[in-house]
């Protein structure tokens, strides 16, 4: 986010999220945290950065700016709407918006108290407010569990003997959501703006099973 911090668009220009990041990037090394591979939720260097990038995209659409290209996940994320993410990543999956107004605008971006925030200061929008609407089309129901039996001991502090088990990742519903915004002049709606469809793909439950027999006790 402090890439964004003090940038400054002039009309018409276009901005890359990648290109920002690229050219204002201070070197520090990337921290590992949760990225979606293969629909999965894992560990990887650099997770989150999405977070930086949805907090722009939402100030960008909410400051009435174009968007040209955003792109949503493949699992819902838990910090915005649904249908209002915008993922990026390092092969070419980027987030592209225009400033379409006639004068410059500015971007102020931080973080304080574990949020994000982004502000966009520029022409006043003469009693235009826009406000977020998402929704939902379908519910997505997650296919069956997935039963691994632990024969490389991977939870033996848990789970020994079979018909023993150890839930690793739990399900969740898949969505299909429609997203828009709803312009408002001086505190009347005044129109209903369709911005996208996205569908959410369900996540499958997978559960460890314990491989060894018990055996019975004497009497």
Do not use: W
């Not at 129901?141 to 502090?157: A, G, M, R, S, T």
């Not at 312009?183 to 491989?211: A, C, D, F, H, M």
Request: glycine share 8%; aromatic share 14%; charged share 20%.
């Amino acid at each position: 986010l402090k890439c964004f911090n003090g940038l400054v668009v002039m009309p018409d220009e276009k901005v890359s999220f990648q290109d920002v990041v690229n050219k204002n990037d201070d070197g520090q090394p990337y921290k590992e945290a949760v990225v979606i591979v293969n629909g999965q939720f894992t560990k990887g260097l650099g997770g989150g950065i999405c977070q930086a990038s949805t907090t722009i995209y939402n100030a960008a659409l909410m400051a009435g700016l174009e968007i040209i290209s955003v792109h949503h996940h493949s699992l819902p994320v838990g910090y915005v709407q649904k249908g209002f993410d915008a993922m990026v990543n390092d092969s070419g999956v980027d987030l592209v918006f225009r400033n379409n107004t006639n004068f410059p605008v500015y971007f102020k971006a931080y973080t304080y108290n574990n949020f994000a925030y982004a502000e966009v200061y520029g022409q006043s929008l003469n009693g235009i407010e826009y406000k977020k609407l998402s929704k939902q089309i379908e519910v997505i129901e997650p296919p069956n569990p997935k039963i691994v039996p632990d024969n490389e001991l991977k939870y033996i502090d848990k789970i020994k003997y079979k018909g023993e088990y150890f839930t690793e990742r739990y399900a969740q519903y898949g969505y299909k959501i429609s997203a828009y915004l709803e312009v408002y002049e001086n505190g009347k709606l005044k129109e209903t703006r369709y911005i996208r469809t996205n569908t959410y793909s369900p996540t499958q439950s997978i559960i460890y099973e314990g491989v060894q027999e018990k055996k019975m006790q004497e009497t």
